[in-house]
């Protein structure tokens, strides 16, 4: 079993900048793969970059060159800045992580919203 706890989300200006975090626990070792992904009112919901445990990335195409992730292995913690946010950025987001067995676990989620 895997738990992931989301925090960072909120009201930002467009243009500005947010950070997410996703604390990972228990079955640690076992994780893979760990992404954010996102979910808009009346959409569907989308990867929004993604990360191995080798340190690969991926990115959606709508995020490239604005967001990042990143890990942090000692915490158990990936982040994903998001800067140049724009108002079509307003979603509730998601961590996830992928472990060896191939099963798949979801945070809470957390409200980001870019509204001036």
């Known amino acids: 079993q895997v738990q992931l706890v989301e925090s960072g989300g909120g009201l930002v200006q467009p243009g500005g900048s947010l950070r997410l975090s996703c604390a990972a626990s228990?079955?640690?070792?076992?994780?893979?793969?760990m992404g954010w992904y996102r979910q808009a009112p009346g959409k569907q919901r989308e990867l929004v970059a993604a990360?191995?445990?080798?340190?690969?990335?991926n990115y959606a195409d709508s995020v490239k060159g604005r967001f990042t992730i990143s890990r942090d292995n000692a915490k158990n913690t990936v982040y994903l800045q998001m800067n140049s946010l724009k108002p079509e950025d307003t979603a509730v987001y998601y961590c996830n992580a992928v472990v060896l067995t191939t099963q798949t676990y979801w945070g809470q989620g957390t409200q980001v919203t870019g509204s001036s």
């Open positions: 228990g079955s640690v070792f076992a994780i893979v793969l």
């Open positions: 990360i191995t445990s080798g340190g690969d990335t």
